[in-house]
Every structure is written in structure tokens, then in C-alpha cells.
């Protein structure tokens, strides 16, 4: 485990991301400006790197480049592309946090090589069978110091399926990861089912409700049900792989399908279509707001060391708070609040 | 299984709704005046039946009461209500329907009981290992020789885990009943899954994706992700009742959170606050169309009799459509037709 560090550097995945790579360089610039505690590792192609670089402003002792030759497009099969690939820029860039050059790990690029890359070169925390694929969504409800309006949800699609283990591991890394990065002291965890009584569900969510229920380091919460994640009724909702990507896409659907339905019924109504239209840039706006991956990032957790998967169609606002969220991490050692989590 | 008869008689159990008998009786004697084909069977408390009839319009002749003298309540737990009440309305209209007094049942009362009597006095379909609860819900496509807006999801939580042999079960079942109800000659059928590609998944989907692929009787489509459920994508979306459930509950969900998110991150826009007010009589109508379970009520599909579980808060408007639905349901013998499907 990495100690706590006075200066952190984050390796930055330049290449695959949706916008390009002058994007997610153009976001460790402006890093480099706003935090003087963090050091950016930009990994990728050095001609086009020092290219994009030369066009903007940005503190050059706060960022340094390690060329790599080769990426991963974010429509290649990951397995394939990572062995055919090895100096891939996120590959070189998992090794170098792995071999101790950099803390922690952002990626925009492809979401399965990000997670492959971090198999092969990290190391699970001690108690943790499986990593998993958090993401943060906004809500209605505020939690925490900074009244933030998000929930977390894991696993997104790390894993397929979960034992009652891998669910009670999930419980305890969602928590600390939401204690250290929304500076919420004791985050409300639940468990997806398909009612709130112990013993609704699968057998492995009856056996970690059991489980979760008897660790009293955990504000385990008992059971939500699927209304209650877009409600935000509690601030962690664990649940396995399978079922966290249904959920986290039907999110994603939700904006679009709810003015399509109201166009569908209310056509005829002139009224109804005044408010529409005076609505459309708030829309706009509130469709920023669902699209939750530009807020930090969602981070891969129960590996040793940091990955902080930013969307892929990340501007460089987006790029730098991943760092941002990535440093915070580092800086309040997540991954040995886990552990000692786990050990309780 | 029940032939196809010239007149459809419906048992309704009129008790344990959220609007008392009184408004189960008023869309029975809505159905009596429209539907000529359709005799209502009654079954509840006689004198409070006898009342609520004596004070509204119906064709005597199209309704019959037979008295049950208890009822189990919303909140009883099913199991145990119906052991120690086996002469609760739901029991006695399921045990009239197995005994050829009534062709299908319909019930707006407690789900979990309606399910366990359709069990208990029901028979499987051969080939059916589990029942399934499904449930139509709109979306912005419309499909069918009705320009039909509205999907099937199934199973949303009669079964808890489905084995491959289950989900493709509930895929036929789903597939007639689209075909009868929404009068959709080849509805499009699809497993819902974590990415389209067809090892995508838990075992049991791969499984059912395989076995699907080879049943050319089915228009199957392959696998679909959670974007597609208010997409409506496919007419007919296949799941175990743990995630159909999960889902189900997200959907109900969307109108609240949307219309909240879009006050929280806007409540300093004067023009924000005033298309929302323009709208708001448009939301309600928009919340009432989301309750999709006004809409004909949601069958239990794999057993050799109908039963369609009206929403507990259904208005005498949707009884007497959910007894529309199960008369179609009879009279094009869906019980038959899933049975032949499978048979495939």
C-alpha cells in the first residue's frame, strides 16, 4: 500500500477517450494550474502530448509525460486488444502506478481494458475477492459535509455475478469510498432487493443482509428497492454486476424517455407544449446533470491501488476532477480504509 | 384447459383494494353495460355488494354474486392470510375459476395472495415450471395492429431466480400474450441483459439466449440492456423476477425523481420555475399514464386459467378493462396458445 504522500502524482490514460487527447491534456493542464499538490503523469504518444501542450497554459513542474506507443480504441474487445497491445497507454500507465511512479489511475478510454489493465498489474486488498465498478448518480436528497446530492451504486459492471462475500466486500469499499470523497462521516448502505424485509431476495443478498447487519462499523441501512435508487433514499447501494448495469442504464435512459413520453401524450395540447418549449435549455441543463460520470468519475475499488474511470466523453473540467478525486483517495488512503473495514 | 366459450363469465374478487368493494362493483356494472359477451362474477361480502349495486346503473342480467365471507387485507402476508382465511374472496373466486364457475379472475386486492390461491386451485401449463407475473408499461414506440404504446416485462416478481429453462418459459408466454392482447402478430422478444453480444451475462442468460436463438416460432431478438426498457425497444422484455422487480419499481420512480432533480437544480430559474408551473396539470397526467397498471391490470402467465391482477388503486374505469383483457385472453385461449409455443 502506498503511504500517504505529500505530493501525489496521478498517471493520467491520454489516449481513447471520446474527445481525443489534446482533451484529457488540456484537463491536467488546467489541474496543474488549480492544485499545486498534484502532479500529473500524462501517458500516451509524446509528439502529440508535448503538441497539445505547447498550445495551452500549465504549470510544467507539475506535469510530466511518459510516452506510450500504442492505445486501446474504445470499440476493441479489451482481453484481445490489452494482449496484442502491451504498451498500450493505459497498460503503461497501470504498470508505472503499480511499480510505484504514479498513486493512482485515470482513464476516459475504453472501460473493460481500464479494468482489465488494473487486474493484471494491481493486487486485490486482502479480503477482497472481487473489485467492483462504483459510479455516483445525483438525487433529490443532500448527505454529507458538502451536501452533496449524489448516491453511489457498485457494482456497475466489474463483475456479473456476486456471492454474499463479494456483496458484504462491496458494502464495506462503497462505504469508505464515500466517507473519504463526499466527507459523509457515517454514509447509510443498503442492500438492492425486492423488498425490505430481511428476507426478500436471491439467497446471497438474504446471507449479506444477515452478514452486513452484524458489522457494526457499517450504517447498514437493511434492504431499498429499485425505487429507491433514483429517490437516493440511502447514500451506497450495493448490488452485484449484473444488476448494477441494468440499473445504471436504465438511469441513463431516464431523461429522454420521460420528455418522449410527454410529447407522446400531450401532443395535442398547446399548453403543454408552451412549457415544453420554455423549458428546453433547462432540459438541456438537466441533462447534464443525470449524465453523473462528468462529476469525478467512477472508481474502480478493492484493488491496492487507485483507478478513477472518468466517462469517455470527458472535457477537461471532467478530466480534472477525477484527479481531483483521484488525489483525494491517495491523500486519505481509501484503500486502507477498506481494508480495516473489512478486518472489523 | 377451458375451450372457447360464446360468454366469458369473470370472477371478480371485489374485496381488499385500496378503494373498498364499492368501486370493484362500479366497474363490474361498467363492464355489464358495455360488454354483452361478458358475465361478472362477484364474489365478497353479499350485503356489501347487493348495496353498492342497488345504487348504480347495471344490467342485472350480465351480474351474479357469490358471497365469500372474509378477505385478506393490502398489507396481510400472503402465506399466512390465506391459511387462516380460506374462505377470503380471492381464495373462493380462484377456487370458482378452477371449477369452471368462471372462465378468469380478476383481483385489485393484495398481489402475493392473489398469486399463491392461482397456485394453489390453478394448474401449470405442461412445459411451464413457474408462473410469472408480467406487467405492460408505456413507452415512446408503439407496436401492433393497435398502434399499442405499451412494452411487456415479465417476470417483475411471482419467482425470485429463474433458471434458462424459465426465462425462455416466461419469453414464450410473454410472446402470445403480446400477440392475443395487443394484437402484435410478431412480437419482438428479448433477454435483458448487461450488453447485447450473447455471452453477455450470468449463465442462466447465455443459456437462454442459446435455446431462444433456436425456437423459430418466437421472433426473438436477442439480448437488450436497461436503456432499452423505457426505450421500448422490443415488445416483450425477458428477466427473473429479482431484476424484473428491481426494474419495475426504478420505472415507477421516473416521474418523481425526474420532476425533483429538475426542482433541485433549478430552483433559481424564474423561467425553470414557470414552465413547471405551466406544466403542471400535464404531470399529474403524465404520473397518471407512468401508472401503467391502469391499463388492463398485469397477468400471471404459465397457469391453465387467467388471472389478471388489477393495480390495488385501480378506479371502477380500470376493473372494468382488466375484465376486457381477461375476456380476450379466454376467448383467443392463451392458455393453448402458450402451451403450443412451447411445445415448439
Given at each position: 500500500m502506498v503511504g500517504k504522500p505529500q505530493h501525489i502524482t496521478i498517471a493520467f490514460d491520454v489516449m481513447g477517450s471520446d474527445h481525443?487527447?489534446?482533451e484529457v491534456v488540456r484537463g491536467a493542464a488546467q489541474l496543474s494550474l488549480e492544485s499545486p499538490h498534484i502532479h500529473a503523469l500524462l501517458v500516451g504518444d509524446r509528439p502529440v502530448i508535448d503538441e497539445a501542450l505547447a498550445g495551452i497554459k500549465h504549470n510544467g513542474e507539475r506535469i510530466s509525460v511518459h510516452h506510450a506507443g500504442d492505445f486501446v480504441g474504445m470499440d476493441e474487445k479489451p482481453g484481445e486488444a490489452l494482449a496484442r497491445k502491451p504498451e498500450s497507454s493505459v497498460a503503461v500507465a497501470a504498470r508505472l502506478v503499480?511499480?510505484?511512479e504514479a498513486h493512482a489511475l485515470v482513464s476516459a478510454?475504453?472501460?473493460?481494458?481500464?479494468?482489465?489493465?488494473?487486474?493484471?498489474?494491481f493486487q486485490l486488498i486482502p479480503g477482497v475477492r472481487r473489485?467492483?465498478?462504483a459510479t455516483v448518480y445525483p438525487t433529490r436528497g443532500v448527505r454529507g459535509a458538502k451536501q452533496d446530492p449524489f448516491s453511489l451504486i457498485l457494482d456497475v459492471g466489474a463483475t456479473v455475478e456476486?456471492?454474499?462475500?463479494?456483496?458484504v466486500a462491496f458494502a464495506v469499499m462503497g462505504s469508505a469510498y464515500a466517507r473519504i470523497i463526499s466527507r459523509n462521516e457515517r454514509p447509510k448502505v443498503a442492500l438492492l432487493s425486492n423488498g425490505v424485509e430481511p428476507q426478500k431476495g436471491p439467497p446471497r443478498v438474504v446471507e449479506a443482509h444477515q452478514r452486513l447487519s452484524q458489522m457494526p462499523g457499517?450504517?447498514?441501512?437493511?434492504?431499498?428497492?429499485g425505487i429507491d435508487i433514483p429517490r437516493g433514499t440511502v447514500d451506497v447501494i450495493v448490488t452485484d454486476g449484473f444488476v448494477g448495469n441494468v440499473c445504471l442504464k436504465m438511469l441513463e435512459g431516464v431523461h429522454d424517455t420521460v420528455m418522449e413520453l410527454a410529447q407522446y401524450a400531450y401532443k395535442e395540447s398547446?399548453?403543454?407544449?408552451?412549457?415544453?418549449a420554455m423549458l428546453s435549455s433547462g432540459i438541456e441543463r438537466l441533462k447534464d446533470i443525470t449524465d453523473w460520470e462528468q462529476y469525478g468519475g467512477a472508481p474502480i475499488l478493492g484493488f491496492d491501488r487507485i483507478f478513477i474511470k472518468a466517462h469517455g466523453r470527458s472535457r477537461a473540467r471532467a478530466i480534472a476532477n477525477a484527479g481531483k478525486v483521484a488525489a483525494k483517495a491517495v491523500a486519505n488512503e481509501l484503500g486502507t480504509a477498506i481494508q480495516e473495514g473489512l478486518a472489523k
Open positions: 481525443g487527447p489534446a503499480a511499480e510505484g478510454g475504453n472501460t473493460g481494458a481500464g479494468v482489465l489493465a488494473c487486474k493484471r498489474h473489485a467492483a465498478l456476486a456471492t454474499a462475500e463479494d456483496l457499517l450504517n447498514f441501512t437493511g434492504n431499498v428497492e398547446l399548453r403543454w407544449r408552451a412549457g415544453l
